[in-house]
């Protein structure tokens, strides 16, 4: 699936498109609005990631044309603008979805995933209270994580980085996603604070010598899967 990023910030577009992209989706970025217009037009996206401030033409404008031209593909507005009055605006000229900068990418990413639910008319994916990965269970409504049935204390940030790892089961996730999510930004706070609270999860996951169900994807980031037993 392609999506079509129209920003002219270059630390957003690429903090953007790098997620996007290692998350499985093509993305196809320009910086002025009269180029994401006329590409807009096109309707050869899955869906638009949208600013509202961009030289050439402004997000609304561009909004509000696509709409007028019976365009009908996705439209997520980013945007620093956080008043009522403009999320208004913005909805009205025909936007899906409006989102206001500074924000985490995976707020960015569960709605671009949404309004790409909505567009293909499916229901909303359920949220699992249950969590299971192997013999590793999360009950994320009470906070509690159990292996083979024993009980194993964390800290909230590795709850955190753990439940990332157990949504996302079998996919790779990589460590700029991790730093958004766990610590809500993308650079690391220290040299290595990733791995680090990668070894103490292992650690934990495994205090009886437990087969290791956080593999690294060297260069990539992190996968939780079970490993494969030999025959």
């Not at 996705?74 to 956080?82: E, F, K």
């Not at 753990?162 to 040299?191: N, Y």
Request: net charge negative; hydrophobic share 40%.
């Amino acid at each position: 699936m392609t999506i079509l990023l129209v920003e002219d910030d270059d630390g957003v577009a690429g903090f953007v498109a790098s997620g996007l992209t290692a998350e499985g989706y093509a993305v196809k970025r320009v910086s002025n609005g009269q180029d994401g217009y006329d590409l807009g037009r096109l309707g050869d996206f899955e869906a638009i990631l949208l600013d509202i401030m961009l030289p050439g033409m402004n997000g609304r404008e561009i909004c509000r044309r696509l709409r007028e031209d019976g365009i009908r593909t996705p439209i997520v507005m980013l945007t620093a603008l956080d008043s009522t009055e403009d999320l208004v605006r913005g909805l009205r000229f025909g936007a899906d979805e409006y989102i206001t900068k500074p924000f985490a990418f995976e707020v960015l990413l569960a709605r671009l995933e949404a309004v790409l639910r909505r567009a293909r008319g499916e229901a909303p994916a359920p949220h699992a209270s249950i969590l299971k990965v192997g013999d590793l269970v999360f009950d994320r409504d009470a906070l509690s994580v159990e292996r083979g049935g024993v009980e194993i204390e964390l800290t909230s940030t590795e709850y955190a980085f753990l439940e990332l790892l157990m949504t996302q089961a079998g996919k790779i996730v990589t460590k700029p996603r991790v730093l958004e999510t766990v610590w809500g930004t993308d650079k690391d706070p220290l040299t290595n604070v990733v791995e680090v609270y990668v070894g103490r999860l292992r650690t934990k996951l495994s205090p009886n010598g437990e087969p290791d169900l956080i593999k690294t994807v060297r260069g990539r980031g992190y996968r939780m899967s079970v490993p494969k037993t030999s025959v």
